[in-house]
């Protein structure tokens, strides 16, 4: 299994409680912190959420909280299922922008928000 690290980037800002949960990336793939991950229904792992994606992780519904090299096998890591993030520390995934992946998090009624710094 491969492993994650913890880099910190300012990725979190306010003082919105910080919730983690552990959860399983699918192998091949190499995220880094702030990837917006989305859920693939049919095994309960998560990859980085593509609006085109049709397994379910089209949805935006964690934010990765390690680097995550997954590429030689699926890997456990911390994602965070509480917080609120700078816009421009987001890695979202290809047809995803800050105001889509807030909108899903609204939608969901998860307590993750997305902050537009200035």
């Keep these: 299994m491969g492993e994650a690290t913890f880099a910190p980037n300012d990725l979190l800002v306010s003082d919105v409680p910080v919730i983690i949960r552990n959860i399983t990336i699918v192998s091949g793939q190499n995220l880094k912190r702030g990837a917006v991950l989305g859920n693939i229904t049919a095994s309960d792992k998560y990859t980085l959420s593509a609006s085109a994606a049709a397994d379910g992780s089209q949805t935006p519904a964690l934010v990765l909280a ?30 995803h922008t800050a105001a889509t992946v807030e909108a899903a998090f609204r939608k969901a009624g998860a307590p993750l928000y997305v902050r537009v710094l200035k």
Excluded at 77 to 89: E, L, P, Q
Aim: hydrophobic share 45%.
């Design 66 to 95: 390690t680097d995550c090299d997954a590429s030689a096998g699926d890997v456990v890591a911390a994602a965070y299922a509480s917080g609120a993030f700078d816009s421009t520390k987001l890695i979202p995934g290809a047809g």
